[in-house]
């Protein structure tokens, strides 16, 4: 077992910049929701605001709080997008057809609502604070995990 700061530091370059999770066929980079991404930060507190009453007494729907959720990640967490194409990475998102469409925050907007167990992998690994800290990133580049700093 490592230090305390091995256990628990983190990059704040990743945080902010995002860090690959690869699904095989498609791979996202998502930053941090939370931590040094301030953008997360001010991005949900703005798309709450109007709710903020509703927030406070417990009463805002679930699909209100979904939606402001997912609008905050596409802003600010996703920061790419890329898929397979005759085994080399391009950017862009499958559609159902399997056809390929440009990375858009429309087109991350639509697959989330398309996939919210999608959505919801994506709220759980960017969350994560594992996942920006800088030697299991290193240790999984090297492991080829799945998960790496770099494309």
Known sequence: ????????????????????VDYGEFRTQLARAGGANKLFQRTLELKS??????I?????????????????????????WQ????????QGIHAEDGSVLSFTKDNVTATYERLPELFDEHREMASK??????TLREE???????????P
């Open 1 to 20: 077992m490592g230090s305390m700061y091995e256990m628990f530091d983190t990059d704040t370059k990743s945080e902010k910049d995002g860090v690959w």
């Open 49 to 54: 605001r109007p709710y903020r009453r509703a």
């Open 56 to 80: 406070q007494t417990e009463t805002i729907d679930v699909e209100t709080a979904n939606r402001i959720l997912r609008e905050t990640y596409v802003v600010a967490v996703v920061r790419d």
């Open 83 to 90: 898929v397979k194409v005759n085994g080399e990475w391009q």
């Open 129 to 134: 604070t594992a996942l920006y800290r800088a």
């Open 140 to 150: 999984g580049a090297k492991n080829s995990s799945g998960v790496s700093s770099t």
